[in-house]
C-alpha cells in the first residue's frame, strides 16, 4: 500500500467513515434483508427496534452514575474495536442506546456484533 492509500485509509477510518477497506477499495455494509432482521430482533428481545430509522435501541438501568459511565467505557472499548459505535446518551444511572449503520441506512450485520459485545457486558 502506497503512503497515498495509508493516509487516505487513515483519514477515512479516522473521519467515521463506516465502510469497509479492502486492498485500498470502499466496499458498502449490507442492510439486513427482512428475514435477517426477524432473527436479530429474535435473538435481542429486550432490545426495541424502530422502524422509521431501522434501528434497535435499549435503555440500560444501574444504580448509580459511575456504574453507567462505567458501562459506557467498556462499551466503548468494544465498539472501537468493532469499528461501529453506538448513538447513545446518559442521564445519571441511564444509558440509552440506539444501533443502526448509517452507511446501508438500517440495520447491518455490526448492529448484531455489537449488540452481542454489549448483552455480554451485562
Do not use: C
Not at 15 to 43: N, P
Not at 47 to 56: E, G, L
Not at 69 to 93: C, Q, R, T
Amino acid at each position: 500500500m502506497s503512503s497515498r492509500s495509508r493516509l487516505v485509509a487513515h483519514r477515512a477510518l479516522s473521519y467515521g467513515d463506516r465502510t469497509a477497506l479492502t486492498s485500498g477499495r470502499k466496499t458498502m455494509v449490507q442492510k439486513l434483508d427482512d428475514a435477517q432482521r426477524s432473527a436479530l430482533l429474535a435473538r435481542f428481545p429486550q432490545w426495541t427496534h424502530d422502524p422509521v430509522r431501522d434501528a434497535i435501541t435499549r435503555q440500560f438501568r444501574f444504580d448509580d452514575f459511575a456504574q453507567a459511565f462505567g458501562f459506557m467505557a467498556s462499551v466503548a472499548i468494544v465498539a472501537e474495536k468493532l469499528d461501529h459505535h453506538p448513538e447513545w446518551s446518559n442521564v445519571y444511572n441511564r444509558v440509552d442506546v440506539l444501533l443502526t449503520t448509517h452507511d446501508a441506512n438500517g440495520l447491518s450485520e455490526r448492529d448484531a456484533k455489537l449488540a452481542e459485545a454489549i448483552e455480554a457486558l451485562l
